[in-house]
């Protein structure tokens, strides 16, 4: 077997015990072996500001930068706040697609999990997400999309889902992941 693809996560609620963790959490457990995971932290970024963008950007910037880069695939796992993404998420996608042309997200495989404790499924920020997504060049799974409403009631706090038919649809999505990031993987 060749090396599995890493993929990193970036989630999108900084709340200890965020129910887009617990989705997270979930997804990792359901994956095939074909994938590895590690989970990109985004709530110490300082606001993108291009005047910082020099020879010594922030620290925590190339941190950043430096953990996405070799990455084959990136996992957002966004809630969903004023139909759309929390700010810490778009400041991520910001840095990390920066210096113009030369960012470490330009390019990569991507996908998109959106929750919410709600009944709306958190279309409204996967939407705007893939928006930014298709300008960084980042291909991103269509199929299967995931939207989860009532998040609390699925999956637990410790990352297991509640019941056969999400865990079968979740299963899903991590195993289409897998093939979506062999397939366009950068080289």
């Given amino acids: 077997m060749s090396e599995p693809?890493?993929?990193?996560?970036?989630v999108g609620s900084l709340r200890k015990g965020s129910f887009s963790r617990r989705l997270g959490d979930a997804l990792v457990k359901l994956a095939p072996d074909t994938l590895t995971f590690k989970y990109v932290e985004i709530g110490e970024l300082?606001?993108?500001n291009e005047d910082l963008e020099n020879?010594?950007?922030?620290?925590?910037?190339?941190?950043?930068?430096?953990?996405i880069a070799p990455v084959d695939g990136v996992l957002?796992?966004?809630p969903e706040y004023n139909r759309s993404i929390p700010a810490v998420l778009k400041n991520a996608v910001d840095v990390g697609s920066r210096p113009y042309a030369a960012g470490v997200l330009n390019g990569k495989p991507a996908a998109i999990a959106a929750q919410?404790?709600?009944?709306?499924?958190a279309f409204g920020a996967a939407h705007h997400l893939r928006q930014m997504l298709v300008a960084l060049g980042m291909p991103?799974?269509?199929?299967p999309e995931l939207y989860i409403?009532?998040?609390?009631?699925?999956?637990?706090?410790?990352g297991n889902v509640t019941n056969e038919g999400?865990?079968?649809?979740?299963k899903s999505f991590v195993d289409a992941l897998a093939v979506w990031v062999g397939k366009h993987k950068q080289s």
């Fill in 55 to 67: 020879e010594t950007p922030p620290a925590a910037w190339t941190t950043f930068r430096d953990a």
């Fill in 149 to 158: 409403a009532k998040t609390h009631e699925l999956v637990t706090e410790d």
């Fill in 166 to 170: 999400t865990e079968a649809f979740l």
């Fill in 5 to 10: 693809y890493e993929i990193a996560i970036l």
């Fill in 116 to 121: 919410t404790p709600g009944t709306m499924g």
């Fill in 140 to 143: 991103t799974m269509a199929h």
């Fill in 46 to 48: 300082p606001y993108y």
């Fill in 76 to 78: 957002f796992i966004t």
